[in-house]
Every structure is written in structure tokens, then in C-alpha cells.
């Protein structure tokens, strides 16, 4: 069922930094480098927004709210996407979630916990 695992949240301050990774899960053999790949995350309230994508080509793209703070990497090496986030507000505070989509075909992870907190 659940085809992608995210991991790497947690608390951190504001202004602080974490890096969020996604892998396919242990019954999984998705191939990052095939699929786009995306991270949305959705606040409490709120609806799910995209957050960053990388196409299988290596162009990226990000939400204004997060432009020149996150960075979206994928190492096709060790089939894993990466998430950097740096200058972390409590605004960013949310559940994350990986996305691999090729068309209408899309695969999910369950999400990871961000809270952004002094």
C-alpha cells in the first residue's frame, strides 16, 4: 500500500534547519529517477500545497513562501529526495509528504512532522 517513506522531522526552533529524505518503501521498487518528484505539506486547517518538485530532468520548482529557504535535490545514486529547509519559520510547520507522479499515476508516502517552535 504505502509505496514511499518520509523521515528526517522533528522540532527545531525558528531560524533553525532540517533536511527531510524520502526512499521507497521495503515492498517498493520505484526508481525516483523516472518519476517527478514532489513534497507538498499540509498545516492544521489548511489545505495540502505543494512545497517543491523536481522533474526526472532536474528542473525544479518551489512555492514563493519557500523560495530561497528550501532546497528539493534528488540523489538517483541512492534513490532518495531530499527536502533542505533553512531559516525555518512556525509558519512551515506542517506535515510533509513525498509524491512520486508520472501523469495521472501518483504514489504517496504517510508524511513526517515539522514543528517549528521557540
Known amino acids: 500500500q504505502v509505496q514511499l517513506v518520509e523521515s528526517g522531522g522533528g522540532l527545531v526552533q525558528p531560524g533553525g534547519s532540517l533536511r527531510l529524505s524520502c526512499a521507497p518503501s521495503?515492498?517498493?521498487?520505484?526508481?525516483?529517477?523516472?518519476?517527478?518528484m514532489n513534497w507538498y505539506r499540509q498545516a492544521p486547517g489548511k489545505q495540502r500545497e505543494l512545497v517543491a518538485a523536481i522533474t526526472s530532468g532536474g528542473s525544479t520548482n518551489y512555492a514563493d513562501s519557500v523560495k530561497d529557504r528550501f532546497t528539493i535535490s534528488r540523489d538517483n545514486a541512492k534513490n532518495t529526495i531530499y527536502l533542505q529547509m533553512n531559516s525555518l519559520k512556525p509558519e512551515d510547520t506542517a506535515v510533509y509528504y513525498c509524491?512520486?507522479?508520472?501523469?495521472?499515476?501518483?504514489?504517496w508516502g504517510q508524511g513526517t512532522q515539522l514543528t517549528v517552535s521557540s
Open positions: 521495503r515492498i517498493s521498487r520505484i526508481i525516483f529517477s523516472r518519476y517527478t
Open positions: 509524491n512520486a507522479q508520472d501523469g495521472s499515476l501518483g504514489y
